[in-house]
Nanobody, 121 residues
Framework: QVQLEESGGGLVQAGGSLRLSCTASGRTFSTYTMAWFRQAPGKEREFVAGVSRFGASTYYPNSLKGRFTISRDNAKNTVYLQMNSLKPEDTAVYYC??????????????WGQGTQVTVSS
């Protein structure tokens, strides 16, 4: 089992950047693929980015490639999401997830509590 805690959300103007962090408890962090999902009001939760267990492979939906970058530091039990050139439509609650499926992008069992990102126009 792993517990996840996100941080780094906030209010930013369009065109700005934010870096989200997600820190995991426990000693088994490197055994999990990690991902970020987001959910905007009135919309379904969607996959944002994923990273393999040791960071060698990353995955993004085409709509976010080039603006978002996921990375991880297994020594710190932390996964990051660097978000650049933010747009108002990026406004959502962002969730960290452990154990996602890198083929189907289906989420794993473990979720953080979420962090709000609001992009003003």
């Amino acid at each position: 089992q792993v517990q996840l805690e996100e941080s780094g959300g906030g209010l930013v103007q369009a065109g700005g950047s934010l870096r989200l962090s997600c820190t995991a408890s426990g000693r088994t962090f490197s055994t999990y693929t990690m991902a970020w999902f987001r959910q905007a009001p009135g919309k379904e939760r969607e996959f944002v980015a994923g990273v393999s267990r040791f960071g060698a492979s990353t995955y993004y939906p085409n709509s976010l490639k080039g603006r978002f970058t996921i990375s991880r530091d297994n020594a710190k039990n932390t996964v990051y999401l660097q978000m650049n050139s933010l747009k108002p439509e990026d406004t959502a609650v962002y969730y960290c997830n452990a154990g996602y499926n890198s083929v189907t992008w289906a989420p794993g069992l473990y979720w953080g509590q979420g962090t709000q990102v609001t992009v003003s126009s």
